[in-house]
């Protein structure tokens, strides 16, 4: 009984430890983006700012295209998240419900693009996105991700645990695989899907790098590349770039709020099988 309550007093403590160490950063991006300049320049370690000022949100909003961004941003990640789940679906659902030469050898390929990393494929992706002319174009930003190796795996695992006599039986009742697919494989595999774009959506939304390159128009920029416009050659206006860093966050968590339980069903049922 005692070494039982003793495990539990130091698992408590070491999440209590790793939830501070999560939460630290998004509170102090919180703090600063609430504090004057010349407070944050002082290197002091502040939880909560003496005074509370919203004059970084106001810089936002007044000196930059804040809302033009934002549109900018969700614009694509709807966009690219939509076209992503379209796509992952039909292939997951042609890799675990048809036999056909090559499907092991496919599928072994889609793996592959999971252990490459975006960055190493960043200079031939960009040649031809260049020979099509989509640089600085959203075109540029979309078309070279819809096809993703997380999103088609992650379903095709999900769409194997779905009885194959549910399969046979909508065949029965006159189904043909579309049908088969929609009936049948999305709405048994539905919180998977939620959760997957859920993943996908946050993965697109802070889309730094890829972004960084293809855009090179101001107004066209999405908001993790135009939050570091709030520098210059020798000062970082930290306060500025938290508020707006800030303000970029609400719509993730708002999501995330939305469809926790989805999320938190599919980690708990991958984690069983």
């Avoid at 539990?8 to 790793?18: A, E, F, M, P």
């Avoid at 579309?178 to 697109?204: D, E, G, K």
């Amino acid at each position: 009984m005692y070494h039982s309550r003793f495990s539990r007093l130091v698992l408590h403590i070491v999440l209590g430890l790793t939830a501070c160490i999560v939460v630290f950063p998004f509170l102090w991006m919180l703090t600063v983006s609430f504090s004057e300049q010349s407070s944050v320049l002082n290197r002091v370690l502040i939880i909560f700012p003496s005074t509370w000022n919203i004059e970084g949100y106001k810089e936002v909003f007044r000196q930059t295209p804040y809302f033009r961004w934002f549109l900018n941003s969700s614009f694509i990640t709807i966009l690219l998240t939509t076209l992503q789940l379209v796509f992952g679906i039909f292939a997951a659902y042609a890799l675990s419900r048809f036999t056909f030469p090559g499907r092991e050898l496919l599928f072994f390929l889609v793996l592959c693009t999971m252990m490459i990393p975006p960055q190493a494929i960043m200079l031939p992706s960009y040649m031809v996105i260049t020979s099509f002319g989509w640089v600085n174009s959203y075109w540029g930003l979309v078309m070279p991700n819809i096809a993703k190796g997380y999103v088609i795996f992650m379903l095709r695992q999900f769409f194997l645990q779905i009885p194959r006599q549910l399969d046979e039986a909508s065949q029965i009742d006159g189904c043909n695989s579309l049908q088969t697919l929609y009936h049948v494989y999305l709405v048994s595999a539905l919180p998977a899907i939620i959760s997957v774009t859920l993943i996908q959506f946050v993965r697109n939304w802070n889309d730094y790098y890829w972004a960084l390159v293809v855009i090179t128009e101001k107004l066209k920029l999405t908001l993790p590349v135009a939050i570091v416009t709030f520098r210059d050659e020798t000062l970082v206006r930290w306060v500025p770039t938290m508020a707006a860093a800030v303000l970029s966050v609400i719509p993730v968590v708002l999501l995330y709020l939305f469809g926790q339980r989805y999320f938190l069903e599919t980690n708990l049922a991958s984690g069983t099988k």
